[in-house]
């Protein structure tokens, strides 16, 4: 990509394929290249949210902990071993990725596994780090 003030310039980057065209006012490719190719943008921050919220050994754990069933904040605080203010800054975390619903019960909040995919994703994960 390129502004006014010229290739790389500012901070800008240029593909290879830019600076092909650019110099020799030649492409790469014969054909243009397909809109239809175009990530969606909203499809990868959601991509990115659960990415993010799984990239943590502790919501991990919860996550794991959450496999057995619905828990209570106060039951996954002693599984981590952790203060009600750290569990609840990592469940908060999930829950806005969309991994877990809260359910309330009087003034107890207890968690679940929102989908099954996310379990899914975990045992892929652990069957790809199998090989290191």
Same mark, same amino acid.
């Given at each position: ?25 030649? /492409?790469?490719?014969? +054909?243009?290249?397909? @809109?239809? =190719?175009?990530?969606?943008?909203? *499809?990868?921050? $959601?991509?990115? /949210?659960?990415?993010? +919220?799984?990239?943590? @050994?502790? =919501?991990?754990?919860?996550?794991? *902990?959450?496999? $057995? ?64």
């Amino acid at each position: 990509m390129s502004d006014s003030n010229g290739p790389g310039l500012a901070g800008d980057t240029e593909s290879v394929s830019g600076t092909l065209r650019r110099v020799t006012g030649e /492409s790469c490719c014969e +054909a243009s290249f397909p @809109e239809n =190719r175009r990530v969606d943008e909203k *499809a990868v921050g $959601g991509t990115v /949210s659960v990415f993010k +919220a799984l990239a943590n @050994e502790k =919501r991990v754990r919860i996550v794991e *902990a959450l496999r $057995g069933g619905e828990l209570c904040a106060c039951e996954l605080e002693t599984i981590l071993d952790a203060p009600q203010s750290t569990v609840a800054s990592h469940l908060s975390e999930l829950r806005d990725a969309g991994i877990v619903n809260t359910r309330k019960d009087g003034k107890w909040t207890y968690y679940r596994i929102a989908d099954t995919a996310s379990l899914q994703l975990l045992d892929l994960a652990a069957a790809l780090g199998e090989d290191e």
